[in-house]
């Protein structure tokens, strides 16, 4: 069924009783030409464009658990392409220029709302990295301003600009930057997948690959075995695990990363801001929650679930930059777990297994890369070779010395 | 999470600071070693590649807010639990042992 305002009148007149199921749930097929491990925004756009850019429908997609309780429903729905290295900006760009098509793309309202992506900085060294960081974005032709203290102040009058220690003195802005609804990004590629022939099949979790000479030629699953041609992970926080059924060891460790939502209020805060003197960040829901975050927790975790010091970090920093966050209360607090890699960028690549690829490593950011990643990740899968938006995104550029490392923070996963 | 410092006692994680996997050992770097493609593979695991286990999990926390040491834990990843605390020192000082 395609979703449009003629179905909408058509089923509010006939009760709304005729909606259907948005996709199939059929049993494993013995074998296909693509499996996909991870049913989370990743595994999901990958099939969605392996079916639609490269003719390949014998695709299934494997989740253990349902579709969209990984962590592309637990994030904070922010996506923006301000980066600043080379092997990373042209890539985030793509993002978010599939983001802006994909509703009419994917027929689903996924509620992406450009309302722009405001980064403040507190000292005079911290203007010069976003003004550097601005002109960097627009030489690869991506939309950055920089903003000083009135400009800013003119737009979010309620932050705390005089703090005795962190004084706000303006801000980095991509206005094309913005939200998106996590859940309706699982819910629509699945959706648009499955109506091009992929079969989404939950409750199916891996637990074994089998390689016979260096290749890669299926996987065992809770739901028994199924032969592949090709076989690309998309685990996310589980990566390592996964990995390690075929004998791969990664650069990776996985971490917590928490979220939380307050009490629904009436409309505050129209766009995305970010504190630049601590790690938090803040928006609002289409419901009227105040969503934030702050930093990962920082030491190996498989919990989904942090602990209290990183609780009172954020609400210290949310508190240094709106005071009046503090009449509010928090309603609700989570947890994700994050592939957290060597130098704080992601994988997509071939592995040293044939038929075996590899989607990982995005850290805390890689909601926003989901469209991206998934067509490049099909790319990668389809032509057995990288798409220039990804060419840097290597596995082995730990060995050869390529790293894309944004902050400078060495091979330490937690500082990323 | 509270770990249980060898020299403190029990304290807040928040009062340590991580480093992460304990089980790592330093490739030799004796003077005059061949600079081939076994040492850069071993270095290469060292620095980047981690086991990054689901479940308990052997990992350097220094104290850095109480008495500066280092010490190994050992804790579930899964669960958090922590199963047992040594000082770095003792651990490396029993490594070396059994090595030579
Ligand atoms: C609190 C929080 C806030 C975040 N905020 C942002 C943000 O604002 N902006 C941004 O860009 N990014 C953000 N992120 C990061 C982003 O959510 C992730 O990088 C991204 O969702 C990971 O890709 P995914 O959607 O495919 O992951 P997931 O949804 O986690 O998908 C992976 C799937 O693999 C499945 N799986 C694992 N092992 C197996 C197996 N053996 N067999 C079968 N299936 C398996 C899991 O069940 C899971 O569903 C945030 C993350 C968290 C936790
Ligand atoms: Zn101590």
């Given at each position: 069924?395609?979703?449009?305002?003629?179905?909408?009148?058509?089923?509010?007149?006939?009760?709304?009783?005729?909606?259907?199921?948005?996709?199939?749930?059929?049993?494993?097929?013995?074998?296909?030409?693509?499996?996909?491990?991870?049913?989370?925004?990743?595994?999901?756009?990958?099939?969605?464009?392996?079916?639609?850019?490269?003719?390949?429908?014998?695709?299934?997609?494997?989740?253990?658990?349902?579709?969209?309780?990984?962590?592309?429903?637990?994030?904070?729905?922010?996506?923006?392409s301000n980066?600043?290295?080379?092997?990373?900006t042209?890539?985030?760009e793509?993002?978010l220029?599939?983001?802006?098509?994909?509703?009419?793309?994917?027929?689903?309202?996924?509620?992406?709302?450009?309302?722009?992506?405001?980064?403040?900085?507190?000292?005079?060294?911290?203007?010069?990295?976003?003004?550097?960081?601005?002109?960097?974005m627009r030489?690869f032709g991506v939309d950055s301003?920089?903003?000083?203290?009135?400009?800013?102040?003119?737009?979010?009058?309620?932050?705390?600009?005089?703090?005795?220690?962190?004084?706000?003195?303006?801000?980095?802005?991509q206005?094309r930057?913005?939200?998106?609804?996590?859940?309706?990004?699982?819910?629509?590629?699945?959706?648009?997948?499955?109506?091009?022939?992929?079969?989404?099949?939950?409750?199916?979790?891996?637990?074994?690959?089998?390689?016979?000479?260096?290749?890669?030629?299926?996987?065992?699953?809770?739901?028994?075995?199924?032969?592949?041609?090709?076989?690309?992970?998309?685990?996310?926080?589980?990566?390592?695990?996964?990995?390690?059924?075929?004998?791969?060891?990664?650069?990776?460790?996985?971490?917590?990363?928490?979220?939380?939502?307050?009490?629904?209020?009436?409309?505050?805060?129209?766009?995305?801001?970010?504190?630049?003197?601590?790690?938090?960040?803040?928006?609002?829901?289409?419901?009227?929650?105040?969503?934030?975050?702050?930093?990962?927790?920082?030491?190996?975790?498989?919990?989904?679930?942090?602990?209290?010091?990183?609780?009172?970090?954020?609400?210290?920093?949310?508190?240094?930059?709106?005071?009046?966050?503090?009449?509010?209360?928090?309603?609700?607090?989570?947890?994700?777990?994050?592939?957290?890699?060597?130098?704080?960028?992601?994988?997509?690549?071939?592995?040293?297994?044939?038929?075996?690829?590899?989607?990982?490593?995005?850290?805390?950011?890689?909601?926003?890369?989901?469209?991206?990643?998934?067509?490049?990740?099909?790319?990668?899968?389809?032509?057995?070779?990288?798409?220039?938006?990804?060419?840097?995104?290597?596995?082995?550029?730990?060995?050869?010395?390529?790293?894309?490392?944004?902050?400078?923070?060495?091979?330490?996963?937690?500082?990323? | 999470?509270?770990?249980?410092?060898?020299?403190?006692?029990?304290?807040?994680?928040?009062?340590?600071?991580?480093?992460?996997?304990?089980?790592?050992?330093?490739?030799?770097?004796?003077?005059?070693?061949?600079?081939?493609?076994?040492?850069?593979?071993?270095?290469?695991?060292?620095?980047?590649?981690?086991?990054?286990?689901?479940?308990?999990?052997?990992?350097?926390?220094?104290?850095?807010?109480?008495?500066?040491?280092?010490?190994?834990?050992?804790?579930?990843?899964?669960?958090?639990?922590?199963?047992?605390?040594?000082?770095?020192?003792?651990?490396?000082?029993?490594?070396?042992?059994?090595?030579?």
């Amino acid at each position: 069924m395609r979703y449009s305002l003629t179905t909408l009148l058509g089923q509010a007149l006939m009760g709304n009783r005729g909606w259907r199921q948005a996709w199939r749930r059929p049993d494993p097929k013995p074998d296909y030409d693509v499996v996909i491990v991870g049913g989370g925004g990743h595994g999901l756009a990958t099939a969605y464009y392996l079916a639609k850019e490269h003719g390949l429908s014998r695709v299934a997609v494997l989740e253990k658990g349902w579709i969209g309780n990984g962590n592309v429903g637990r994030n904070t729905t922010i996506i923006r392409s301000n980066y600043l290295l080379p092997g990373n900006t042209p890539f985030y760009e793509w993002s978010l220029k599939l983001w802006e098509g994909l509703e009419q793309d994917i027929n689903y309202n996924a509620m992406v709302s450009q309302r722009g992506v405001l980064n403040l900085y507190h000292s005079d060294g911290q203007r010069d990295a976003y003004a550097r960081r601005g002109n960097a974005m627009r030489m690869f032709g991506v939309d950055s301003d920089l903003l000083d203290r009135e400009q800013v102040r003119a737009m979010v009058p309620y932050l705390d600009f005089d703090n005795a220690r962190f004084p706000i003195q303006g801000g980095l802005i991509q206005r094309r930057g913005g939200t998106v609804r996590h859940d309706a990004v699982a819910w629509g590629y699945a959706r648009a997948a499955d109506q091009r022939g992929v079969d989404i099949i939950e409750n199916c979790e891996v637990t074994g690959i089998d390689v016979i000479d260096g290749r890669a030629v299926g996987v065992m699953t809770t739901r028994g075995p199924i032969k592949a041609k090709k076989i690309g992970l998309a685990a996310a926080g589980n990566s390592s695990r996964v990995a390690a059924m075929a004998g791969l060891r990664l650069p990776i460790e996985s971490h917590v990363l928490q979220a939380f939502v307050s009490e629904g209020v009436k409309p505050l805060i129209d766009n995305v801001v970010t504190f630049g003197a601590g790690h938090f960040y803040i928006s609002q829901s289409d419901k009227g929650g105040l969503v934030f975050g702050g930093d990962i927790d920082g030491y190996n975790s498989y919990a989904w679930r942090g602990n209290l010091p990183m609780v009172e970090d954020v609400a210290e920093c949310g508190m240094a930059l709106m005071p009046m966050l503090g009449r509010l209360r928090m309603l609700r607090s989570w947890g994700g777990l994050m592939d957290m890699s060597m130098d704080g960028s992601p994988i997509i690549d071939r592995t040293p297994v044939d038929g075996l690829y590899l989607n990982a490593g995005w850290c805390y950011g890689g909601f926003k890369a989901t469209p991206a990643s998934g067509w490049c990740f099909a790319h990668t899968i389809a032509r057995n070779e990288p798409h220039a938006f990804n060419a840097a995104m290597r596995l082995d550029r730990f060995a050869s010395g390529r790293l894309i490392d944004e902050k400078g923070a060495g091979a330490q996963p937690n500082l990323h | 999470m509270r770990i249980p410092c060898c020299y403190c006692g029990a304290r807040g994680h928040e009062e340590f600071t991580y480093l992460g996997d304990a089980t790592l050992a330093r490739p030799s770097t004796e003077i005059g070693a061949p600079a081939d493609d076994a040492t850069a593979a071993a270095w290469h695991d060292y620095v980047y590649v981690r086991d990054n286990p689901s479940g308990r999990h052997r990992e350097l926390w220094q104290h850095t807010g109480g008495c500066r040491a280092w010490l190994v834990v050992t804790r579930d990843t899964r669960t958090h639990e922590i199963h047992g605390v040594e000082a770095a020192r003792d651990v490396a000082l029993a490594r070396e042992a059994t090595h030579e």
